[in-house]
């Protein structure tokens, strides 16, 4: 079993900062990549960004250059820097394993999810 959790959500103001931490402990050995979504009951869960099994990253066109990841599998850790955030931005942001399949724990674990509120 792979748990993840998040911590750092909160509110902020339009044009602010704020780092999403999240932590995976049990079975990490299990975790090829991780990556963040967000989700709201409007757009439903979307990638914001996502490290890949190749060692690439994904970043969603709404927060390109605006949001950064770092962390890995290795740290068993991802950070979310979000800068300059808009109210947009406003979502329950969760932390997303993506697991080896020969482990036989599934295809992925998720987080319970942080609140981010942006207020303009």
């Known amino acids: 079993q792979v748990r993840l959790v998040e911590s750092g959500g909160g509110s902020v103001q339009a044009g602010g900062s704020l780092t999403l931490s999240c932590v995976a402990s049990g079975d990490t050995i299990c975790i090829a990549a991780l990556g963040w979504y967000r989700q709201t009951p409007r757009k439903g869960r979307e990638l914001v960004a996502a490290?890949?099994?190749?060692?690439?990253?994904d970043y969603a066109d709404s927060v390109q250059s605006r949001f950064t990841i770092s962390g890995d599998t290795a740290k068993k850790t991802l950070t979310l820097h979000m800068n300059s955030v808009k109210p947009d931005d406003t979502a329950v942001y969760l932390c997303?394993?993506?697991?080896?399949?020969?482990?036989?724990?599934?295809?992925?674990?998720w987080g319970q999810g942080t609140q981010v509120t942006v207020s303009s």
């Open positions: 490290n890949t099994r190749d060692g690439g990253t």
């Open positions: 997303h394993a993506d697991l080896k399949t020969y482990c036989g724990l599934g295809y992925d674990s």
